[in-house]
């Protein structure tokens, strides 16, 4: 269990979402969810200002098909915007029911086609997966790595991110894309710091905006555009389609409702296996239990893949096996190394991976190490039915790769960097009714302790919550197990001052280490002193103190005079006793009546 001690002189500190705190000789000052404030070194200070970007620096993902029509109005749009505003997010029109807010609507090709476009106006272009205020650190901390390798890679996450701040501060004239934006709140730091360049965000979110950026709603290609982009596909962009191919393709593209992401889909499969577009859309309407004039556009991007994972299932059977696992990870920068364990023989990793790749289901990096999967292909694989051993299909595998990639507690951080976006990931995504797994809560209990040694105890909620259930289901509610992750939980609510949630779950673990334990068992008196803590951050001294003192008269008992969580006890309930009589003494002075100076009388 975690330990509740007295506060410790470190120098300026910060606690609650985007708190500062400021002192000392500080570089630059970064805030987040963790709310530190971050001191850079002299000569980190100076590189910042004085490194250049090289010529065409970039680091913009692969687009699925490489194609890219209908849009040439929106791409004009954009470049007013951000050309008069400096900030500008690209949305989903409200109310479009092609998705269903899953996403496919081509929001993040359009500002990959404006970077490519306009990449030779700006002196660097940086993309950002912004789905959490988590991963935009990490994607600044990427740019520190390209600009400033020799000094970076000493330092951790947070340091790297504040150095890549100050660059941009000192160095004007970039494009920052921040890809799928699930808060808009997240940007607002980054675009008050950073004034001197464009912001560019995509985010399937319409609300929230008005005092981030200006807003522009990206609806469905038109008609004309989507029969380009699918014969374009089907085709290839050599061929010059006839009018009855072109025909078949409309009406094609009005079966998949228009969907960028869809038609591009429905392309890879046409060009690879020679289908005609007439037969694939009788084949799509043979499987179509609602009428064909109300298509429910999810469920048609659902019946495309699934004609496509046969497709590809026929070709290489450890390809499907390797996509529904990575449904459950983090849809960006999946490692190879983390697939490795599902297929160990790399050709025969890279046959997979490529099968995948010719349909569009997946994207390679530049070095081709690490892939990416969009959003509504992960979605969609994840409503898959659980087999009969109650997984959804690819689930079981997604926790037993994070679970072999756990590092160990003293590895270097480039290595948790990595994997702590898909451990997350498959944490947010449990299914209700999945099996749990105690070694998939160890790997959740890990990242957190990761996350906590780092300072970033905000980001350790999700995988608290997650192992808490795990280790609920598998041990039950009283375990010593159970009771730890609960206690671990109501510890990371009350970092980021949270004590609403926090001083409950403070409450049941020691009401249930009392019951299991015993009174005076040291995870008790850890838990009792924990929730002394919590009540006194709230004010609550009359339910503190009389914890304190029992905390502490049963460590004297337990654990000796001298022993140092005795001595913590001790200094918690004299710094209650403290506070308390503070309280009493503004109270006192509060209701003291006045005394008229000139009526005032002095003794010898």
């Not at 023989?345 to 991976?353: C, M, R, Y």
């Not at 944490?427 to 780092?454: G, I, K, M, N």
Request: with cysteine.
């Amino acid at each position: 269990m975690t330990n509740s001690s007295m506060p410790r002189d470190m120098g300026p500190q910060a606690t609650g979402v985007r708190s500062m705190a400021v002192g000392g000789n500080v570089g630059v000052a970064i805030t987040g969810d963790g709310a530190r404030v971050v001191m850079l070194p002299t000569e980190a200070v100076r590189w910042a200002r004085e490194v250049e970007a090289p010529p065409g620096a970039v680091n913009l993902p692969g687009s699925a098909s490489g194609q890219f029509v209908g849009r040439q109005d929106e791409l004009a749009k954009l470049r007013r915007l951000l050309t008069d505003q400096g900030e500008a997010a690209v949305t989903q029109v409200s109310g479009v029911r092609a998705v269903h807010g899953l996403g496919g609507i081509g929001k993040s090709t359009l500002a990959l086609h404006y970077a490519h476009a306009y990449r030779h106006t700006y002196m660097l272009v940086w993309w950002i997966n912004a789905s959490s205020s988590e991963q935009i650190v990490t994607g600044l901390a990427g740019l520190a790595m390209r600009l400033c390798p020799q000094w970076a890679a000493t330092v951790g996450v947070q340091e790297r991110a504040a150095w890549a701040i100050l660059w941009l501060q000192w160095h004007p004239g970039w494009l920052l894309i921040f890809d799928n934006v699930e808060d808009p709140a997240d940007l607002r730091h980054y675009l008050g710091t950073l004034p001197d360049g464009h912001h560019l965000a995509t985010s399937r979110i319409a609300t929230g905006w008005h005092k981030i950026a200006p807003t522009m709603a990206l609806g469905l290609l038109d008609p004309e555009a989507a029969v380009d982009l699918l014969c374009t596909l089907a085709f290839g962009p050599e061929h010059t389609p006839t009018s009855k191919q072109r025909s078949d393709a409309a009406a094609l593209a009005a079966d998949l409702g228009h969907l960028p992401l869809a038609l591009e889909q429905a392309g890879a499969y046409l060009y690879e296996t020679g289908t005609s577009l007439a037969d694939y859309r009788q084949m799509l309407g043979q499987v179509m239990d609602t009428a064909a004039g109300g298509i429910d556009p999810e469920r048609t991007i659902a019946r495309i893949w699934r004609h496509t994972l046969a497709a590809v299932e026929r070709r290489n059977p450890r390809a499907v096996t390797l996509l529904n696992a990575m449904a459950w990870l983090a849809p960006d920068d999946i490692p190879r190394s983390l697939l490795a364990p599902l297929c160990p023989d790399p050709l025969a990793l890279g046959e997979a991976l490529g099968a995948l790749h010719a349909y569009n289901m997946i994207s390679f990096s530049a070095d081709r190490q690490s892939v990416s999967v969009h959003r509504l292909v992960q979605t969609v694989l994840r409503y898959q039915p659980a087999s009969s051993d109650g997984y959804p299909p690819g689930r079981q595998e997604a926790e037993h790769l994070i679970q072999h990639a756990t590092p160990d507690e003293d590895t270097d951080t480039s290595q948790w960097e990595r994997l702590l976006p898909h451990v997350i990931a498959v944490a947010e995504s449990t299914p209700p009714h999945c099996p749990a797994s105690t070694a998939t809560a160890d790997v959740y209990h890990a990242a957190a302790d990761y996350l906590d040694r780092q300072g970033r105890d905000a980001h350790t909620i999700p995988l608290y919550e997650a192992a808490l259930a795990q280790c609920e289901q598998v041990l039950g509610d009283t375990h010593p197990d159970t009771l730890t992750s609960r206690n671990n939980l109501a510890g990371a609510y009350e970092s980021v001052g949270d004590l609403e949630r926090a001083i409950p779950l403070y409450e049941a673990t020691l009401a249930q280490c009392e019951q299991v334990l015993g009174d005076t068992h040291p995870d008790t008196l850890t838990s009792r002193n924990n929730l002394a803590y919590a009540y006194q951050a709230v004010g609550d001294l009359e339910r503190a103190i009389p914890l304190y003192e029992t905390t502490l008269a049963q460590r004297e008992q337990v654990l000796g005079d001298t022993h140092p969580q005795t001595l913590t006890s001790r200094n918690n309930l004299a710094r209650a006793h403290r506070a308390a009589q503070a309280v009493q003494q503004r109270s006192t002075a509060t209701s003291s009546p006045a005394v008229d100076p000139q009526q005032s009388s002095t003794t010898d």
